[in-house]
């Protein structure tokens, strides 16, 4: 079962890919994870990537899906993977869709987490980090006890500059722009499948579930 995880920033893809990771026993892959595994291990392919990464480009498409084809070739993605974060764009799915061809393979589902961008900016914004601890809160639905400071060490909570809410509305135009139309991509291949991203995290999880399992 080969899943790709589609959704905006914030929408909570990237818990329900693990979940999912977790529960058929197969990996949460990560493009940014892979990148780290093998710039760490010094593999051709990572000191590729290292190059551009250090220039501050953006690593080619079929850089990316060299990276990423290495990894699913794994003994432990034999029963499938979810991919969390690629392909972002309309030209990355297409050189992955023609590689995958090529290997006589190809992806099972693309399950869109679809969660309205006010919720986002929300949800987003009502977050809060300990930079001492790494702790994270959210006003809403996981405060810390007194107000403003950590439950754990006691120091000042603070909103971090990428989730302020200027910065996620930023964010969410990218994506629009850019990811949104893998949508129409999947949805034109018959392989996309939209759950609504604004109920509870566990229900989410269900409804993917019974989409899976179907």
Not at 174 to 195: A, F, N, S
């Amino acid at each position: 079962m080969k899943i790709i995880m589609l959704g905006a920033p914030g929408a909570g893809k990237g818990t329900q890919a693990q979940m999912i990771a977790d529960k058929y026993n197969i990996p949460h892959i990560s493009t940014g994870d892979i990148f780290r595994a093998n710039i760490k291990n010094g593999t051709e392919l990572g000191k590729k990537a290292k190059e551009y990464m250090d220039k501050g480009l953006l690593v080619p498409d079929e850089l990316t899906v060299e990276l990423l084809l290495d990894r699913v070739a794994n003994e432990d993605c034999k029963d499938g993977y979810v991919l969390d974060g690629f392909p972002r764009t309309i030209p990355q799915a297409d050189v992955l869709d023609a590689e995958l061809t090529k290997l006589g393979d190809k992806v099972d589902f693309a399950v869109n987490v679809d969660v309205p961008d006010e919720n986002i900016v929300r949800r987003m914004s009502g977050r809060r980090a300990c930079l001492k601890c790494g702790a994270t809160y959210h006003i809403e639905h996981i405060p810390p006890k007194q107000e403003g400071i950590c439950d754990k060490c006691g120091s000042e909570l603070v909103l971090r500059a990428d989730d302020a809410p200027e910065t996620v509305q930023n964010r969410l135009s990218v994506y629009h722009e850019q990811t949104q139309p893998l949508i129409d991509y999947y949805d034109k291949k018959g392989i996309l499948r939209t759950v609504d991203g604004t109920k509870d995290m566990k229900d989410v999880f269900d409804a993917i579930v019974d989409i899976l399992n179907a």
